[in-house]
């Protein structure tokens, strides 16, 4: 069964770490949907969100085949219901006189941001949970999208704990 | 002390323990070159024919020894000649490293004169690697190289130094040797859970990888097997783990395993893996594979395990440790049942054997070849191989005393890798070598003859030339209804001229007599021999499970499907 995974991982804040971890990915063939990276509170860290779309095996197989690289230090999942997870869309659509004021609304009602605004067209910013920016960008297309990009997920585990004080075990799999 | 970066390189490998380095000049290894001249006394250079025998040479110095083997090579064709010795190494998890030259960090990135990102290339096949930019980080990344080379599940380990780096001067302190990471040990629920499932096992089989190979268990393995009355088995790199003579092994199982081994694997109700990692021709196909059977696995590496098959119980942890703890506390049992069905395919396998022999007539058969060797070798004999039919035939039919005598490219099937690694494997423990090799493979990399010549290296070399690339013949003839598309290679090659060109010993033999009185004159040359070894092109390495087929499959003589 195909679900959406999005895991967080801790990596040498140094020149070369991302290729290792893409090389990675496209040598064991996996399939990532977004992959974010950016400085932590420490600075010898960086931290690398991947979504990823896959079954169990993907899941397990993608942490442990990510553990396995020496400038790795951390890889933990972010459950779904545990976490807050947001995403950043710059879109830029046009701007005309018959549709500026529906282009207005859904702006205010999705609490998206205009950033720029010219008479031709007009640069809209949002965040928020994936599903909310794929709406937005599904209710904008009949307003004619020019150019669009998104930052993919950043995501952090609710409370006071860190993914880097958080114990993992590794020693004993079960399946089957 | 104040050093080059040239200087600091050799010194730091003297000081993490190597004694033996197997390289090529070249533009931008100069300067290490020169350290090594300085420090000649101190540590001993094989100079190869082409770098891709430095690294399988390195690689087989490895295998042999358990050290970690290095090589050198110099920026841009020298580097990229080292790659596929180092995915060599790293299918088969043999810690190595290598260090090349690149051109100074002013250059880079400029395509200057034999410029290659050799970081870039390796990234995939090795453990690790390192472009090393700043003097101050050079002993360190070296130290570090060893380490991870040699720890947990071992592996290759790269480490590029730009020109102008080994020229920069800078203080040197020798450290020592660095320790492997300790392995975790395995908690004493998951030993208990172990020991549950070989408790009520009745039918339980060991299943011996490469990941043993190296731990010198051979003894325990057997006295374990005898405590819970099992039955043992290993796959292509678990060769030589448990020496022969104990008639609980049942030898290599799988794609061109013994019927008997692959036979047991399926009756079994357990499987007891110690450092497998159930590879595609170790299983054929997982869907049908070990259905019935429950299994342990025993690992360093996490990503090991549910990879290829789902395990019922899988440890990661260290192996040696793990394995004596589960042994301990085993109950000891007798499974007459067990032990009489394991008998019996054992019987119907001398059949299969008798039966060939019968069908070969008069002709020189490999069984027979291997026959010889056994019975003449000399103790702590390390057979090296390329790959193809002999190479399935050394796996099925040669003996070993102990453990570390089997050096063979597994993984990832390296042709031409045979010559390399005997030599290297030589160097490392001066024990008596054979290399069995075939016309394909002997071919890629015979230009490894000069160095043995050279070094006076005297390793064996058994060519079984049948004028054909016969494993790939082999499947021609059983699934492509014998269109032998370019394997006939038939070439006029002289090879016992050949090894005269290059200052060896050449022989010829066309039957099982001049095998024998070759061979025995061989052990005793004092220098590198070739003995050109006449086999039937039509010869068929069987057993054989069927690509994408199951022990079900297994086809046991050309005559068709031989079912249970």
């Known amino acids: ?176 | 002390m104040k050093m080059t970066g040239a200087e600091i390189i050799i010194n730091t490998l003297i000081e993490q323990g190597t004694t033996d380095v197997f390289g090529y000049p070249g533009g931008q290894v100069i300067n290490i070159y020169d350290a090594l001249y300085k420090n000649s006394d101190r540590i001993n250079h094989i100079l190869t024919a082409h770098e891709q025998g430095a690294a399988h040479a390195a690689d087989g110095y490895s295998r042999a020894t358990g050290k970690v083997g290095v090589c050198i090579a110099t920026s841009g064709p020298g580097a990229t000649n080292l790659v596929t010795g180092i995915a060599t190494a790293m299918l088969d998890s043999i810690p190595m490293v290598a260090i090349t030259g690149n051109v100074p960090c002013s250059l880079i990135g400029k395509d200057s004169f034999q410029e290659i990102d050799i970081t870039g290339i390796t990234l995939p096949i090795t453990k690790h690697n390192y472009f090393v930019n700043k003097i101050e980080d050079l002993a360190d990344s070296i130290r570090e190289a060893f380490q991870i080379a040699k720890s947990g599940r071992p592996g290759p380990v790269l480490v590029d130094v730009p020109k102008d780096v080994q020229v920069a001067v800078y203080d040197y302190e020798p450290q020592p040797i660095v320790e492997k990471i300790p392995l975790p040990k395995a908690d004493e629920e998951s030993i208990d859970e172990a020991v549950a499932l070989i408790n009520e096992s009745k039918r339980p089989y060991i299943y011996i990888g490469g990941g043993a190979a190296g731990l010198g268990m051979g003894k325990e393995i057997i006295e374990f097997a005898k405590k819970i009355d099992a039955c043992i088995g290993c796959t292509f790199m678990g060769l030589s783990a448990v020496p022969d003579g104990c008639d609980r092994f049942l030898g290599m199982q799988g794609m061109h395993g013994h019927f008997a081994s692959s036979v047991a694997q399926k009756h079994a109700d357990l499987i007891i893996g110690v450092g497998v990692r159930f590879s595609d021709r170790a299983t054929g196909n997982t869907a049908k594979f070990a259905k019935q059977t429950k299994i342990i696995q025993l690992d360093p590496d996490f990503a090991e395990i549910n990879k290829n098959v789902n395990v019922d119980l899988g440890i990661i942890a260290d192996v040696r440790d793990s394995f004596l703890r589960i042994a301990e506390k085993c109950q000891a049992s007798k499974k007459p049942e067990w032990e009489k069905q394991v008998e019996e395919l054992k019987v119907k396998e001398e059949e299969i054997a008798k039966k060939a022999a019968k069908m070969a007539g008069d002709r020189m058969t490999p069984k027979m070849i291997f026959d010889v060797i056994n019975a003449n070798k000399l103790p702590r004999t390390i057979i090296t191989t390329d790959v193809g039919q002999h190479q399935m035939w050394a796996a099925q039919y040669a003996k070993f005393d102990t453990t570390r005598r089997f050096v063979s490219s597994g993984g990832l099937g390296t042709m031409g890798f045979g010559l390399g690694a005997a030599m290297g494997a030589m160097v490392a423990t001066g024990d008596p070598t054979i290399l069995i090799t075939g016309d394909g493979s002997f071919g890629m990399n015979l230009n490894e003859l000069a160095t043995a010549v050279s070094y006076n290296i005297p390793v064996v070399i058994v060519l079984m030339n049948n004028g054909v690339l016969g494993m790939v013949r082999q499947w021609q003839n059983l699934f492509f209804q014998k269109r032998f598309s370019q394997t006939v290679l038939d070439r006029k090659t002289d090879f016992v001229k050949l090894a005269e060109a290059f200052g060896a010993i050449g022989m010829r033999a066309t039957n099982i007599e001049e095998f024998e009185s070759a061979f025995k004159k061989a052990l005793t040359a004092g220098g590198p021999v070739l003995i050109d070894t006449l086999v039937d092109k039509d010869e068929f390495v069987l057993p054989m499970l069927p690509p994408g087929g199951s022990i079900d499959d297994i086809i046991t003589d050309i005559g068709g499907k031989d079912s249970e």
């Open chain 1, 1 to 176: 069964m195909n679900n959406k995974f999005v895991i967080a991982v801790y990596v040498d804040n140094k020149f070369g770490v991302l290729t290792r971890v893409t090389s990675m990915f496209t040598r064991r063939g996996f399939n990532i949907d977004a992959l974010t990276v950016g400085e932590t509170e420490c600075p010898e860290y960086s931290r690398i969100t991947i979504c990823l779309s896959g079954d169990g095996y993907a899941k397990e197989q993608l942490i442990n085949q990510l553990r396995k690289l020496i400038n790795v230090k951390k890889v933990e999942v972010i459950e779904n219901n545990m976490s807050v997870k947001r995403e950043l869309a710059l879109i830029k659509v046009k701007n005309n006189s018959q549709t500026r004021a529906d282009v207005l609304s859904a702006v205010e009602v999705y609490r998206a941001k205009v950033i720029d605004f010219t008479a031709s067209e007009m640069c809209i910013e949002i965040t928020g949970e994936p599903s909310k920016i794929n709406a937005f960008i599904e209710y904008m297309k009949p307003y004619e999208i020019i150019e669009m990009c998104r930052t993919g997920i950043v995501a952090l585990e609710r409370g006071s704990g860190t993914l880097l004080s958080k114990n993992t075990k590794t020693g004993v799999h079960k399946i089957r």
